[in-house]
């Protein structure tokens, strides 16, 4: 039995407020979740990407270390649309299709398996999920009925049909002017019943911004406890060669009785700020700093120069963020960050947990990687006559080879 697969992202992500499939989870970004666990499946001989046409060069160049990915095309106005698009760049020889939704990033390898080996025997396969709630049938808000919850499930995918089968179906529909929301109602509607396997509550569809908090506490804990294929992904990448790169990055800032402390994107309550040309946010400019050195990049000041209005006043934490973004694109993990705030006052203790955690979010990576700490320079020095704020970073960064 031949397989191909066809990924759809090209809906809008109107729910959601952004286009899903390039959200980061993680360390990547949403479609590479199911393009990397459909191309570990061997029976998938290769994959159609469906996507937003504004998007498809960025897409390509995304997945082009997929050997697998043989068409990055446009999709359509209504899903199905997308999926028929996709369907149609299947060679005619190949007898399956898997459809799945990018909007789906954490299928697992084993429910791919699982729908293979069914599709192949029933000659259809649609993912499920029962419920376990009790179900109401409501009609303007009054309960009309309870129905029988052994008897519903809930459509994911992947779903898989044979290509001419989805064929026919999507010439049916188009010709009847019929949009439907899955390739099992758009069979079903041929008098066809497709065969059902059950899902997996992980098997989330991300559509609102709700959801990928969930989606990424799925994440946390499989990397975090090792549960699962996460591990195993995490298991196998740790075997190939891992480098290791360590950055430094220093700064210091004299006060100014005019402008508001920012530190580590906290706004402190303090009774003087910091002088610069951004938001002055000391401790930002040295996390950027290391995290630029340990990518061997220039530092902060050539990226981000204070003669360019543009900078005047940003929120240190959009430069972190833009920095993160250089280097995860350059395929960089942050492993750890530890961080030193030098400074007579402010008492750097009551802010740390909340900075930990605005540094946290910004990076996509768990706080138990960060570290902080503040000290006083025994009225020594410009700290300690409290002229300014010297701050001290230091990041690890791995890549693998
Ligand atoms: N999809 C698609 N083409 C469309 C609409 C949707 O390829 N014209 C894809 C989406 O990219 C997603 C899947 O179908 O992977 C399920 O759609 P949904 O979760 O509704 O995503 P969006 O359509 O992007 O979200 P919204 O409806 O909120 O705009
Ligand atoms: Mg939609």
Redo the contacts with the bound molecule.
């Keep these: 039995m031949s397989v191909w697969s066809v990924i ?9 407020g952004s ?3 390039l959200l980061k989870i993680g360390d990547r970004y949403m479609l590479e979740y199911s393009v990397e666990t459909i191309s570990n499946n061997k029976r998938i001989e290769g994959i159609v990407v ?2 937003l046409s504004s998007y498809i060069q960025t897409i390509r160049e995304l997945l082009k270390k997929y050997e697998k990915v043989k068409y990055v095309i446009p ?5 199905q ?3 028929r698009k996709g369907v149609l760049k299947v060679p005619e020889n190949i007898e399956f299709v898997m459809v799945h ?4 990033p954490f299928v697992s390898e084993d429910i791919i398996e699982r729908a293979i080996n069914a599709a192949m025997e029933k000659g259809s396969c649609v993912v499920c999920l029962g419920v376990n709630d009790t179900v109401k049938r409501v009609e303007n808000n009054l309960i009309k009925e309870t129905l029988d919850r052994n008897s519903i499930f809930l459509a994911q995918t992947p779903q898989i049909f044979r290509r001419q089968d989805l064929i026919c179906a999507f010439e049916n529909a188009t010709a009847k002017r019929l949009v439907f929301t899955d390739e099992s109602s758009l069979m079903e509607f041929q008098g066809f019943y497709p065969y059902m396997i059950p899902g997996d509550k992980t098997n989330i ?3 609102y911004p709700d959801d990928l908090l969930l989606a990424k506490s799925f994440l946390k804990e499989s990397l975090d406890l090792g549960l699962s294929e996460k591990e195993n992904y995490e298991d196998s990448k740790a075997k190939r060669e891992r480098n290791y790169f360590i950055g430094i990055g220093e700064d210091i800032h004299s006060f100014d009785k005019e402008r508001p402390l920012y530190l580590g994107g906290v706004l402190i309550p303090f009774d003087k700020g910091l002088k610069g040309h951004s938001d002055a946010d000391v401790l930002l400019h040295a996390l950027i700093d290391a995290l630029l050195g340990a990518a061997g990049m220039d530092d902060i000041g050539t990226l981000f120069p204070d003669t360019d209005p543009k900078y005047q006043g940003i929120s240190s934490l959009t430069l972190l963020h833009n920095v993160s973004t250089i280097i995860y694109s350059k395929g960089f993990k942050i492993q750890n960050i530890d961080m030193v705030v030098f400074a007579e006052k402010p008492k750097i203790r009551p802010y740390k947990a909340e900075i930990i955690s605005v540094i946290s979010n910004v990076l996509s990576i768990d706080k138990t990687k960060i570290n902080l700490k503040g000290k006083t320079a025994e009225g020594l020095g410009f700290v300690g006559k409290e002229e300014g704020i010297y701050a001290k970073a230091v990041v690890l960064l791995t890549k693998e080879g």
């Design positions: 759809v992202a090209a809906g809008k992500g109107e729910r959601f286009y899903k499939p469906v996507c999709g359509g106005q209504f899903r649309d997308s999926v939704d990018a909007a789906r569809k991300i559509t």
